[in-house]
Every structure is written in C-alpha cells, then in structure tokens.
C-alpha cells in the first residue's frame, strides 16, 4: 500500500526566512514523487516532480525538494519566502505499478507573517 | 505548461436533481483521467480513474451508480453526481496524466481548478 505522511500540520514563518516542508512517503516500488501548491478555493498547482535522475530537483516559484531514498522523504524546500507562498501544500506519490493514481499526505498549511 | 480546465467552477442545485461537471485537457491528449473529492481543511481522496473508451474504476466505498463517469475522448471526461444530496455538496477536483511521448513533461500528473458543489 502507499502513503505519505506530512507531519507538520501548520507552519508559520516570517517573509524572506526559508522554508522546509517535511515529506515521507510508502510505496512499494519506484515512486513517483509530486508536490502541489493550493490556494484557497483553488485548483492544485504542480510545483515540482521527481520520477528519476538528480534527486535535488528544481520547481516553479523557487522550490526545491530532495529525494533521499535511504529516509523515504521528499522534502520540499524554498530558501526566502514571499507572503503570496501562503496556501496549502500536498505531497503525492504514484507510480507506474498502480496506474499514476496518487495518494496525498494530508497537507501542510503555511501562513506568512510580515 | 499542461492545462486541464474544469467547468463549471461552482454550481448549486436543488436536492434530487443531477449535475454534470467536465474536465478537458486544453493542450494533450489524456488516456487517463482521475477524479478525487475534497472536503474543506482536507486533502484529496481519490474516486475513480477514467480510462478513454472504457468503464472507470471506482475506489472502493465509491458509488458508481452515484457518481456516473464517462470519458468519451482523449480530451474528456465527465463527472455526474445523480440524485444528488447535501452530503453531496463538496469541491471535487478532476485530474489528467500527461503520458510518456507527448510534450516535454512525460508521465506527469496536472490537475483542474475544482469545481464547487452546494446541494440545497
């Protein structure tokens, strides 16, 4: 069975300081690894992906993440934030062994302060 | 980048009535479709995968004789909630697989805006 697991519900951090968001993830073979953005009432914005290859992968308005398979997580990474990054994030893992259907960690809110 | 709209973007019904929510892929053809509820302050539960030109598969706890899914092309598939309920009311959110071969991004998953349901 797959699973992700993120275990920070809510974050608070102030504009320009970084951000980490935590990700662990279950699955039984190659995973497929996704973070999406979602504002409220909104659709999800796919940040960044990693299927395979460089496990730093590089996404849309400057996050990063990084696949450590030894730790099974996906860490998702921006080093000065800005006040429009806050919204929901939600981690998903798919892959080719269950048809690219995704499960979702619960997902972390992440408020701005000035 | 890939687009998928849905359509409507919000929709209120009358209790017992059924309603009809499409999903499209704007710039790639998507054998493979997905449909997932989300109740506010919670994340994404999956419903069914709609394969093109096939009947879809519904997760298990799903009502498929509730939830009718059609994908009649490689662009899209319809949701249609029958019947529906107040407990029906919830933001449902449609998803399309960029497959390997097509565009740059391969195998990727993009999603559409959601669509709003308020039964009433």
């Known amino acids: 069975a797959q699973s992700v697991t993120q275990p920070d519900i809510h974050i608070t951090v102030s504009e320009g300081a970084s951000l980490e968001l935590r990700c662990n993830y279950s699955?039984?073979?190659?995973?497929?690894l996704f973070w999406y953005v979602q504002s409220p009432g909104q659709g999800l914005q796919l940040l960044l992906k990693y299927f395979s290859g460089d496990t730093l992968v590089q996404g849309i308005k400057g996050f990063e993440a990084e696949f450590k398979r030894s730790q099974s997580s996906f860490n998702l990474r921006k080093p000065s934030v800005h006040w429009s990054d806050a919204a929901e994030y939600f981690c998903a893992v798919g892959g080719f062994s269950n048809d690219y259907k995704l499960s979702f960690g619960a997902g972390t809110t992440v408020t701005v302060r000035a | 980048g890939a687009v998928v709209s849905q359509h409507p973007s919000w929709v209120i019904c009358k209790s017992g009535t059924s309603v009809k929510i499409e999903c499209r892929s704007l710039d790639f053809q998507a054998t493979t479709m997905f449909w997932y509820r989300q109740f506010p302050k919670q994340s994404l539960m999956l419903m069914a995968t709609s394969n093109e030109g096939s009947k879809a598969t519904y997760e298990q706890g799903v009502e498929k004789d509730k939830f009718l899914i059609n994908h009649a092309s490689l662009t899209l598939s319809t949701l249609t909630v029958t019947s529906a309920h107040p407990e029906d009311s919830s933001f449902y959110i449609c998803?399309?697989?960029?497959?390997?071969?097509?565009?740059?991004?391969?195998?990727?998953?993009?999603f559409g805006e959601g669509s709003w349901l308020t039964v009433v």
């Open positions: 998803s399309a697989r960029e497959t390997l071969g097509q565009a740059v991004s391969g195998n990727t998953i993009y």
């Open positions: 699955y039984g073979a190659t995973p497929y």
